[in-house]
């Protein structure tokens, strides 16, 4: 699930949002750095002529140019795995919107790349709150989600970014938030 709502009490929503911590992520780092350790050691056996990897004999490859390619290749794969494998363990993307009617403040926390914008944290009044606004495009790349609308800050995205939400859940999320903040609900 994208988003989760979770209610400590009648005053207080908090919605969990799903950064990079995904199965899919899990799946595809797993595999891709599988993938690639396998090139890698092709190339470097071929190099060496030692035979590193116990299902084939990559020995029997010439080095210039196909052990040399098989090289470049895992060395590639093991790095894009490196960078997937960075982003699932600081989580980018995830964190959590909440809306407190007790303080009257929206608060959005999202995790970034390290560095000095590694979170980001965007607070407002729940009176500037204009609507709660869906945004429903279909085709080959489509897009739902859920934004706030603020006076004059614009639309916060509140959904998460990647896999679409399904319709039914995007429709709840939105009515749900439209309806304990006493805002319009926009877009459906």
Known sequence: MA???VTTDSR???QTVLGSRRLSNYWWATIILGGASGFLLSGISSYLQVNLLPFSDPTQLIFVPQGLAMGFYGLAGV???TYLWLVIIWDVGGGYNEFNQETG???IFRSGFPGKNRRIELSHKLEDIQSV???IKEGLNPRRA???RIKGKGDIPLTRVGQPLALSALENQ????ARFLGVPLEGL
């Open 3 to 5: 988003v989760s709502s």
């Open 12 to 14: 207080v929503l908090r």
């Open 146 to 148: 859920l934004y706030l």
């Open 133 to 135: 606004r869906v945004d």
């Open 79 to 81: 790095l894009l795995a």
């Open 174 to 177: 939105g009515a749900e938030l």
């Open 105 to 107: 403040l929206a608060q």
